[in-house]
């Protein structure tokens, strides 16, 4: 696919996903989906860091960041594609509900894009902050 179209697809599954549209979101995914949320350091106090493999992995992801995590701000600044990728940048504030903190974050997603599909995503945040907004 082209860049434009790589961009488009990241575009539309970020649509589905402050929508709140989780089934447009996973019919947007391959069957062998991969969601890499800040695997690493964080991954021990952040409730929903961590490799998720398949639909019900990234079911299991939302579901964790819903019981964890309270968003007040998510803002999308960019979308960019590449030959067999798309990039989408913005920033969070978000309300870490088991501790009452508030973190604020810039992000980038990474998406491989495969047939027009969503086959794997990498997300980065500021991983610190958010350590440190979950920890009591």
């Not at 649509?15 to 947007?28: I, N, Y």
């Not at 309270?70 to 913005?90: L, N, Q, R, S």
């Not at 604020?104 to 495969?114: A, M, Y």
């Amino acid at each position: 696919m082209s860049a434009s179209s790589n961009a488009e697809v990241a575009k539309e599954f970020f649509d589905k996903f402050l929508a709140d549209d989780v089934d447009g979101m996973m019919a947007m995914q391959t069957d062998d989906i991969v969601w890499n949320i800040c695997p690493g350091a964080a991954e021990d106090v952040v409730p929903y860091y961590g490799v998720y493999r398949g639909r019900e992995g990234c079911l299991k992801c939302l579901s964790l960041y819903g019981e964890a995590a309270a968003p007040e701000v998510f803002e999308i600044t960019g979308h960019y594609g590449d030959a067999d990728k798309a990039f989408v940048t913005g920033h969070e504030k978000v309300l870490a509900k088991p501790t009452g903190k508030t973190f604020e974050s810039p992000f980038i997603f990474t998406l491989d894009i495969r047939d027009g599909k969503v086959a794997q995503m990498s997300a980065l945040f500021d991983s610190a902050a958010l350590k440190e907004a979950f920890t009591k």
